[in-house]
């Protein structure tokens, strides 16, 4: 079965990085492309970031870009996102998502990690 594992979340300071890595299982993971979303606390989730099945292609949400980078390594079924200069506003659990390429919306989601930055 399909599995999206996610890691690397945890406590960082403002200014500060954390890299989130995304694992994945039980899919042709390179004909499959992923993004990133994250939930706030009481707040809707939102998209973070997307990266295309052959990684040539990225998008940001305005609150990423400059910030943050999302790479992919297809032979090890892995997406990343690193996270650069982070604020508190960032705090949320992250979630890892695919899609298939001829698809619109993503439809497979990991469990999330949660990223707490302290002021």
């Known amino acids: 079965q399909v599995q999206l594992v996610e890691s690397g979340g945890g406590l960082a300071q403002a200014g500060g990085s954390l890299r989130l890595s995304c694992a994945a299982s039980?899919?042709?993971?390179?004909?499959?492309?992923m993004g990133w979303f994250r939930r706030a606390p009481g707040k809707e989730r939102e998209f973070v970031g997307g990266?295309?099945?052959?990684?040539?292609?990225?998008s940001y949400s305005d609150s990423a870009k400059g910030r943050f980078t999302i790479s992919r390594d297809n032979a090890k079924n892995a997406v990343y996102l690193q996270m650069n200069s982070l604020k508190p506003e960032d705090t949320a659990v992250y979630y890892c998502a695919a899609r298939s390429r001829d698809q619109v919306h993503y439809d497979l989601w990991g469990q999330g990690t949660q990223v707490t930055v302290s002021s």
């Open positions: 990266i295309s099945w052959s990684g040539t292609s990225t």
């Open positions: 039980g899919l042709t993971f390179s004909i499959y492309d």
